[in-house]
Nanobody
Framework: QVQLVESGGGLVQAGGSLRLSCAAS????????MGWFRQAPGKEREFVAARGWYSYTNYADSIKGRFTISRDNAKNTVYLQMNSLKPEDTAVYYC????????????????WGQGTQVTVSS
């Protein structure tokens, strides 16, 4: 079992930045891919970014160049640095983990956090 706890959400003006954190505990083996999803009101949950233990990285086209995912393996924590935020980035951001990168990207990961709200005002 893996437990995921997100933090770092909040209210920010358009053009601002936020850094989300997702701390993993439990069976946090290096085979786990960790990623971020988001769900805006009235919309489906969508993939944002994923990061493996080593160099695997995957980003959604909608956030490329603005968001950066990183991982501190010693702390079992993955981060999402979000820059140049836009009102359309407003959503609940969820952390996910699975041994399968495909599952993480597809949104079918075995483990999910509770989410953290990000609100970008115009």
């Amino acid at each position: 079992q893996v437990q995921l706890v997100e933090s770092g959400g909040g209210l920010v003006q358009a053009g601002g930045s936020l850094r989300l954190s997702c701390a993993a505990s439990g069976r946090t083996e290096r085979t786990y891919i960790m990623g971020w999803f988001r769900q805006a009101p009235g919309k489906e949950r969508e993939f944002v970014a994923a990061r493996g233990w080593y160099s695997y990285t995957n980003y959604a086209d909608s956030i490329k160049g603005r968001f950066t995912i990183s991982r501190d393996n010693a702390k079992n924590t993955v981060y999402l640095q979000m820059n140049s935020l836009k009102p359309e980035d407003t959503a609940v951001y969820y952390c996910a983990a699975d041994t399968s990168a495909r599952a993480v990207v597809a949104g079918t990961a075995n483990y999910w956090g509770q989410g953290t709200q990000v609100t970008v005002s115009s």
